[in-house]
T-cell receptor, first 113, second 113 residues
């Protein structure tokens, strides 16, 4: 089956710095990937749709300049949290696949101190 | 617009007992429905999905769910709970692209010995 790798699994960064999270499709090509955010004890909220070779599509209320998404190849999408603040601390999860066969990555726990 | 309501944020059952996790959805178009399981600090794993065809869907780990259009429901069941089933369960709905799903708030399943 489809395998999606997400890296790092967890990261701690200082307030004001930037953090990059990678999402890779290991055994298939993904023209579209999705980024979700999950606060503790809450559900997943779609942040943006990452499109290979074009700009990402952000959901309403998500700051484009803060959450930079780059989908430069058919197997890699990156989410960069810029100028991170403690309120950005969350669990970030990507998904990739096609039609009804989407697979989620293992997630990245971001803690901003 | 689509929405998902998971009735009961916490469900507790004894080992060997029936598991029933409730999910109701709202969708203006024929829905595609999913159940995912999430263990602490991990990504989501697909348990089962309904797209078209047979309304009773069987998934992994002995879980199954039945799509009932008249009741707009997609409840998840398992005849006999196992300790390893303790986790967070999410119901999700999408219209055509499963990567862009709307998730319920989740149900925490506790299994008592």
């Amino acid at each position: 089956g489809a395998v999606v790798s997400q890296h790092p699994s967890w990261v701690i960064c200082k307030s004001g710095t930037s953090v990059k999270i990678e999402c890779r499709s290991l055994d298939f090509q993904a023209t579209t990937m999705f980024w979700y955010r999950q606060f503790p004890k809450q559900s997943l909220m779609l942040m943006a749709t990452s499109n290979e070779g074009s700009k990402a599509t952000y959901e309403q209320g998500v700051e484009k300049d803060k959450f930079l998404i780059n989908h430069a190849s058919l197997t890699l999408s990156t989410l960069t949290v810029t100028s991170a603040h403690p309120e950005d601390s969350s669990f970030y999860i990507c998904s990739a696949g096609e039609l009804y066969g989407y697979t989620f990555g293992s997630g990245t726990r971001l803690t901003v101190v | 617009a689509q929405s998902v309501t998971q009735l009961g944020s916490h469900v507790s059952v004894s080992e060997g007992a029936l598991v029933l996790l409730r999910c109701n959805y709202s969708s203006s178009v024929p829905p595609y429905l999913f159940w995912y399981v999430q263990y602490p600090n991990q990504g989501l794993q697909l348990l089962l999905k309904y797209t078209t065809g047979a309304t009773l869907v069987k998934g992994i780990n002995g879980f199954e769910a039945e799509f009932k259009k008249s009741e707009t429901s997609f409840h998840l069941t398992k005849p006999s709970a196992h300790m390893s089933d303790a986790a967070e369960y999410f119901c999700a709905v999408s219209d055509a692209n499963a990567g862009k799903s709307t998730f319920g708030d989740g149900t925490t399943l506790t299994v008592k010995p």
